[in-house]
């Protein structure tokens, strides 16, 4: 009877140990890694592609962006989207402030904002889906000559939903992109994105899990009678 029980579950156990080694961690930086210091009169993508979960889930990811610092005191925001696709490969930019006046003064969010969806040279073909992930402002806390005196470290971790979106939209052509529309000037040493993955569960784990219950259910049921 014990050498019954052991060999149900020690090959369950295998199997487990084994899809739990093989989780994936991928990580993204683009070029320029700091994205061209994210300046105010420009929104960016950041398409990435050639995105191969390997049949795996997404169960978590991380954006990143190092010391992160306004340029001014002037009221800010950040727009940060997932979109399912770019038009451009890598990093790319559209002109949101033609005037390119200074100090710019105009914050909207071009990506939920249509007026420039027309132009030609828009990041987006039109319909492109895409999530919101959040906006966010930052301080101006950045003084060169004070030692220590530096930026934000802003760690944005993807809600449940968003991470459903970013893997529907990497099995959508094995690709996917980030926009930023930076409404001021964002000094930065650095953005990274990393995705969390690991194995779907196979059926013949389950199967072989389910077995090696069933067996201690029967071992635990002949003890008892
Ligand atoms: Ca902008
Ligand atoms: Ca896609
Ligand atoms: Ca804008
Ligand atoms: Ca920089």
Do not use: A, E, H, Q
């Given at each position: 009877m014990r050498f019954i029980?052991?060999?149900l579950l020690?090959?369950?156990l295998m199997l487990l140990v084994a899809s739990a080694a093989s989780a994936d961690t991928l990580t993204f930086i683009p070029n320029p890694a700091d994205l061209g210091d994210l300046d105010h009169h420009y929104v960016y993508t950041w398409r990435?592609?050639?995105?191969?979960?390997?049949?795996q889930?997404?169960?978590g990811a991380t954006l990143r962006i190092n010391n992160i610092r306004n340029w001014d005191n002037n009221p800010n925001m950040l727009f940060i989207y997932l979109l399912d696709t770019a038009k451009g490969s890598g990093v790319r930019s559209f002109v949101d402030d033609p005037s390119f006046s200074a100090p710019?003064?105009?914050i909207t969010d071009d990506f939920a904002n249509t007026r420039y969806h027309n132009n030609s040279n828009w990041l987006l073909a039109a319909g492109t889906s895409m999530t919101k992930l959040t906006q966010q402002s930052?301080?101006?806390d950045y003084n060169p000559s004070v030692p220590g005196n530096q930026g934000t470290n802003f760690v944005y971790v993807f809600t449940t939903s968003q991470l459903q979106a970013l893997q529907n939209y990497i099995l959508n052509g094995n690709n996917f992109a980030l926009g930023f529309d930076s409404d001021c000037h964002y000094f930065n040493d650095g953005v990274s994105l990393t995705i969390e993955t690991r194995p779907v569960p196979e059926p013949t784990t389950l199967a072989l899990l389910g077995s090696g219950l069933a067996g201690l259910y029967l071992r635990r049921r002949r003890?008892?009678?």
């Open positions: 029980r052991f060999s020690v090959p369950t990435i592609d050639n995105v191969n979960l390997n049949g889930v997404v169960t710019v003064t105009d930052f301080l101006k003890r008892m009678s």
